[in-house]
């Protein structure tokens, strides 16, 4: 197996941090994993529960990842994470996954963000004034390269509980239409809190600057980057 691969089979006990609707834990699921979904959103929670009852073996548990309190320690096989690791609170994540996992057991975190290559669409410098506005402007510092994203494994091997951190970054191009593309900015938590004005102007110039393209697609560079560690140690703390 892929060293950047976390070792799990069917059967296994999974736990999900910040699980969401279940997006990243219904193919699991479908393989046959045990799983945990801890969510802190008591909505996300719920439509979670519904988009998995067809899977006995997964259960989500409405609290805060820091502070939950499972009936059991070390029961955990695999600690994972999409997209929703930054969220967590530096000072106390690597403990509390280590606390949970088995001796031996894995972490393993992703995340996905756009960025930007050279000759890229240019779609996205065009429609910047329009973010602008809305005070939600992407600073040129902060446009992501293609193949350098953050590599976070000194932070994981500094807390001392883990070892052989594995990292790979994967990158690649997406072609949207109107439509598509708007479905996907309202899962954005910035997005979502835009004044309902402010959305509504972005998404109407969306709408007509891709109806001016022959083809009246986007193309958006996506980077992910995938963290894999194994536990280093093997006696347990509450």
Not at 12 to 40: N, S
Not at 137 to 142: K, N, S, T
Not at 165 to 187: G, H, K, N, S
Request: charged share 25%.
């Amino acid at each position: 197996m892929c060293p950047s691969t976390a070792e799990v089979r069917s059967g296994d006990r999974l736990l999900e941090v910040g699980c969401a609707t279940g997006k990243a834990t219904l193919p699991l699921a479908r393989r046959g994993f045990r799983i945990t979904g801890v969510e802190t959103g008591p909505q996300l929670a719920k439509v979670a529960r519904r988009n998995l009852a067809a899977y006995p073996d997964v259960e989500i548990v409405n609290a805060a990842f820091e502070t939950w309190k499972p009936s059991l320690l070390g029961m955990f096989d695999l600690v994972f994470a999409a997209t929703a690791w930054h969220w967590i609170d530096p000072a106390v994540r690597y403990q509390r996954a280590w606390v949970l996992l088995r001796p031996g057991g894995e972490l393993a975190f992703w995340s996905a963000a756009h960025v930007f290559a050279e000759g890229d669409d240019p779609f996205f410098e065009e429609i910047q004034e329009v973010y602008e506005e809305a005070g939600e402007g992407l600073p040129p510092a902060r446009r992501a390269r293609p193949g350098a994203l953050p590599d976070d494994r000194s932070e994981i091997e500094e807390s001392g509980l883990f070892r052989d951190v594995a990292f790979r970054q994967f990158d690649w191009e997406v072609d949207y239409d109107a439509q598509e593309y708007l479905r996907l900015l309202d899962t954005f938590s910035g997005h979502i809190a835009m004044q309902p004005c402010q959305r509504d102007r972005l998404h109407s110039e969306i709408r007509t600057r891709l109806a001016q393209r022959p083809d009246g697609l986007l193309r958006r560079g996506w980077g992910a980057v995938l963290h894999v560690a194994p536990s280093g140690l093997t006696c347990r703390r509450s």
